[in-house]
């Protein structure tokens, strides 16, 4: 038994040899294996478990950069024990996207969000999204940021926010939404 | 010989005798059918992609204008080069393709004193080739926001475009409102996308 296809190397009897029930077992288990080694990739495929986070409204002091605790989350990537951690399991490339209001009764304010790798606070382990405010007459500015990561395994994300404006504060968040999409397995 | 009928599989004809090729030819149509299958899923699973980020401030200028992304480096290009200083170009073997494509960039302000209210635009301009009349255009993507004084100012981008032997290129633009600030796109930002499939002939 020394024949192999050339790909994905199947064992078969070779010319000359008499065929037995060892040989044709050899060739079907090999068979086998090939079929058995697109499941994992089929599974990527057609199974990826998107996340999905949530919190209420928590308060949010003026001029302060503070990280959001979510009070629900998709698991396995989101546990109540670390509430404001965002951890993919998968190393792979990833889309992170986050809207949140933040409520507001006065002009000239503005708003930003942040995604945030490992407890960073900048450039390289954010990415950004901030929103100034003119209208006198709106009650809530609304913050939408999509950003796209390389995971590498230990990694974690988090939603920070920053306001700053007339009002003393502290004012309070509007439904924070942050959704993790795994776009590929690396 | 029979086949099977949907993947034309060989085997032996019943009243036939078993004979080490008829194993052969099912062992040779299996790996054919089996490689063919587990290269398109994993191409389908790998997309052409990337992430790009500057790790300088890119150039200035004063008063409105176009001003590009400084150096970068690749966080993530499995094509390997398609990377350049001022943004990402596509693998020359692909066909008219989709692409999400976004830009998460940073402001700096590179001279004078930026005033509140300046008019700030994050923009990607998209280059591509028409693939039957052979040429080139540009069509430009943006978000709005303006300067806040509140540590640097930032803006994202998105798109969904159809390019075809094209190029991502990352710019902001402003035009002040008071004062003389001049900026540019500030290192750490981001220039990242994904292929979405293949356009339809």
């Known amino acids: 038994m020394t024949g192999l296809t050339p790909w994905e190397r199947i064992r078969y009897p070779q010319a000359g040899e008499v065929i037995s029930a060892t040989a044709e077992q050899a060739t079907a288990t090999d068979m086998d294996v090939v079929l058995e080694s697109a499941v994992p990739l089929y599974q990527q495929a057609v199974g990826r478990t998107v996340g999905i986070f949530s919190a209420g409204s928590p308060s949010i002091t003026k001029a302060t950069l503070t990280t959001v605790s979510f009070t629900s989350g998709t698991a396995p990537f989101w546990v109540v024990g670390s509430p404001t951690r965002i951890t993919p399991t998968i190393p792979g490339i990833y889309l992170i996207q986050a809207s949140v209001g933040l409520n507001y009764t006065s002009t000239s304010n503005m708003f930003r969000i942040m995604i945030a790798r490992n407890g960073g606070t900048a450039a390289p382990d954010v990415q950004i999204q901030t929103t100034p405010q003119w209208d006198t007459n709106a009650t809530i500015i609304v913050a939408n940021m999509v950003s796209m990561w390389k995971f590498a395994t230990g990694d974690f994300y988090e939603l920070k926010v920053f306001w700053n404006g007339t009002p003393a504060g502290p004012q309070t968040l509007d439904t924070p939404r942050v959704s993790l999409i795994p776009l590929m397995y690396t | ?201």
Not at chain 2, 48 to 56: E, F, G, H, V
Not at chain 2, 98 to 117: C, E, K, Q, R, S
Not at chain 2, 123 to 128: E, I
Not at chain 2, 179 to 197: C, E, K, Q
């Open chain 2, 1 to 201: 010989m029979p086949f099977t009928s949907n993947k034309g599989l060989p085997y032996p004809s019943p009243n036939a005798f078993l004979d080490v090729q008829d194993t052969y030819n099912l062992a040779a149509a299996v790996d054919l059918q089996a490689k063919s299958y587990l290269t398109q899923i994993a191409a389908a699973m790998q997309p052409t992609s990337y992430i790009l980020r500057t790790t300088a401030n890119g150039p200035t200028g004063s008063g409105s204008g176009d001003y590009l992304a400084g150096t970068t480096t690749a966080e993530w290009d499995p094509t390997a080069g398609r990377q350049g200083a001022l943004g990402w170009s596509q693998p020359p073997s692909e066909g008219l393709s989709y692409y999400l494509v976004g830009a998460d960039l940073f402001f700096t302000v590179t001279a004078g004193t930026p005033a509140v209210g300046n008019n700030l635009l994050g923009k990607l301009n998209v280059t591509s080739t028409d693939p039957l009349a052979g040429t080139t255009s540009v069509t430009s993507y943006y978000r709005s926001s303006f300067e806040t004084n509140n540590g640097g100012e930032s803006i994202q981008v998105l798109a969904i475009v159809k390019i075809y032997r094209g190029a991502i290129q990352p710019v902001v633009n402003f035009t002040n409102s008071g004062g003389s600030a001049t900026y540019a796109v500030a290192t750490g930002s981001r220039a990242w996308g994904m292929r979405l499939g293949t356009v339809p002939s």
